[in-house]
């Protein structure tokens, strides 16, 4: 079971004086329960590429598969494909539009053609995964709320259609650092426990490092790396730099410190394993 | 020189959707002396935004004193030249720039403020040069990339020529290379056009660069200082639900190992200086 992309290509405005192609020639398998981080800069045609894993653009060369379906062939079999992929845009709080905050998630249940008794169930489902209280929240408006919450309750709508493959484009942009990490927390839990496909869209490489089991790294519409984060962080330093992002902080600290002159062992990904490599190298007498 | 800011006792309280008063700001007291790059950093909710939207008279005190290069915000004639000493740039660039190609957009803000077409010409190019985006200048804004869009907004605010910048979170919706064209040029207007800046954010390594940090927290300010005595306190920030620049987070945990390094180190430099002379 997986999603594949098979030689994909995408060219925006065909035809006309601004043609770009934000995708070339791209395959890709993302397996089922992988946790794959997407990393490039702006342009480099990450969201391009998302919006592909549940037919929102139609790859102008190339097929989508998602478990074995085409994704543009006719019939209920490729609609039914679509919706085992749940997508969370950028700023996704632009999207609410409902009165409440129980209605507004309930818009997708309800759309599956769910009954009553599910459609609550999956509404107070979305709510706890993102940590809303049904109680306090459900009839309250989603326009009264803070911009954090606000996103909350938009991941919660995609969530309640509990779909196989989560694919979620820069969810953290604009939350301050405790929301940034209880939204991740709640992502890897689900993933975790639910064993749900996570596709995650970030400029945050320090999160996606932490993060990820896969890192693609894109760069002009193609896919210049797709290994394991350490491996890409250690061995990849010229493609990354070429791709125009950035390597996490405590990667950048490490080779700071290598550049002075210190022996340390630069491939630490988190500040524990830094301080453990660095008093490694300090303590073995290796000062400089 | 002077304070171009100076808040005394300033309030903020409103009446929320269930009757329920809610104090966006309580109580607080700053100055800001001509020329400072300040950065403030908090958790959304914090009061951030609010203290921000004070500057410019975009929300005028409950209670307390507002006080903009001289002029009081509450007056109503003070008004206009409170917006022009202070420039705002928000997070948003989408939100922010209204005409068809990027040197209209600038030209927007003095041409609101009455200024002769041949002084808004050289205004435009001074703030288009002073950004970086003078080649740009025919450009359509939506083509271009976040960090350009972001640096258009700022031209657009420099063309008014403000004393003072007030940026809400300019680089949150920027990828790191955006980011840093946008941190750079506040960082030269300040240095050489001597504006002064107001620079909220979430990203600590950007704070780390700021003359002072302002910490806030439920509406107050809880801490202020020089960035190497705000980053230092690396678990209350952690516990305020804020970052520490990693470099700060480090030298922590290796003192706590028993390794002999200043208490200042913030930066990777720094560090790699503390460990290699």
Not at chain 1, 86 to 99: A, K, T, W
Not at chain 1, 116 to 130: H, K, N, P, S, T
Not at chain 2, 197 to 216: G, L
């Amino acid at each position: 079971m997986s999603i594949t992309l098979n030689n994909i290509t995408y060219t925006y405005m065909q035809g006309t004086p601004y043609e770009r192609k934000a995708l070339d020639c791209v395959d890709l398998e993302i397996r089922k329960g992988e946790f794959v981080g997407i990393i490039g800069h702006t342009g480099s045609g990450k969201s391009t590429l998302v919006q592909h894993l549940n037919g929102l653009l139609k790859p102008t060369v190339g097929e989508v598969r998602v478990d074995g379906i085409d994704l543009h062939a006719n019939g209920t079999a490729a609609k039914e494909a679509r919706r085992k992929v749940g997508m969370v845009f950028q700023y996704p709080e632009h999207q609410l539009f409902e009165e409440t905050i129980s209605e507004d998630i309930a818009f997708g249940p309800r759309n599956l053609g769910l009954d009553e008794q599910e459609i609550e169930r999956r509404v107070r489902l979305g709510m706890d995964f993102v940590g809303l209280s049904y109680d306090t929240f459900a009839k309250r408006s989603p326009f009264r709320l803070s911009g954090g919450q606000m996103r909350r309750v938009a991941i919660a709508g995609v969530i309640a259609l509990q779909p196989d493959y989560l694919v979620l484009d820069e969810p953290s942009a604009g939350l301050d650092p405790r929301g940034r990490d209880e939204i991740f927390g709640q992502i890897i839990h689900l993933h975790q426990t639910t064993g749900v496909t996570v596709v995650l869209v970030s400029h945050n490489m320090e999160d996606i490092a932490r993060m990820a089991t896969r890192l693609i790294v894109m760069n002009s519409g193609k896919v210049k790396l797709d290994d394991t984060p350490s491996q890409i962080f250690r061995h990849g330093q010229q493609e990354l730099a070429a791709a125009g992002v950035d390597v996490p902080p405590v990667t950048r600290l490490m080779k700071r410190l290598h550049a002075q002159g210190l022996a340390v062992d630069d491939s630490a990904l988190t500040v524990e394993q830094a301080v453990q490599n660095i008093l490694q190298t300090v303590k073995g007498g290796e000062r400089c | 020189m002077g304070d171009i800011i100076k808040l005394g006792n300033l309030c903020h309280t409103y009446t929320d959707h269930e009757g329920n008063l809610v104090h966006a700001l309580e109580q607080v007291n700053m100055t800001v002396s001509r020329g400072e790059f300040v950065a403030v950093i908090g958790t959304n909710g914090s009061g951030k935004s609010t203290l921000a939207k004070h500057l410019n008279a975009l929300l005028l005190p409950t209670d307390g004193k507002c006080i903009v290069n001289d002029l009081d915000t509450s007056q109503d004639e003070n008004l206009w030249a409170v917006r022009q000493s202070v420039g705002m740039v928000f997070q948003n660039p989408d939100n922010q720039i209204v005409a068809a190609i990027v040197e209209e957009d600038v030209a927007f803000g003095p041409e609101n403020l009455g200024i002769p077409p041949a002084q808004i010409i050289q205004r435009v190019d001074e703030a288009l040069a002073l950004v970086g985006m003078e080649e740009y200048r025919h450009h359509a804004p939506h083509l271009l990339s976040g960090g350009q869009k972001q640096r258009v907004a700022i031209a657009g605010v420099l063309a008014m020529r403000p004393a003072c910048l007030v940026l809400d979170e300019p680089t949150a919706m920027l990828d790191p290379h955006g980011r840093e064209e946008v941190l750079a040029t506040v960082h030269k207007l300040n240095k050489n056009e001597k504006i002064t800046v107001i620079y909220i954010t979430h990203f600590m390594e950007e704070a780390v660069t700021a003359d002072r940090v302002i910490v806030m927290e439920y509406g107050r300010i809880i801490m202020q200082g020089r960035p190497e005595e705000i980053f230092i306190q690396v678990e209350k920030l952690k516990h305020l639900g804020l970052d520490v620049p990693v470099a700060a987070d480090v030298a922590l945990k290796l003192r706590e190992q028993g390794l002999q390094l200043p208490m200042t180190i913030i930066t990777d430099d720094e560090l790699a200086v503390a460990l290699c002379p």
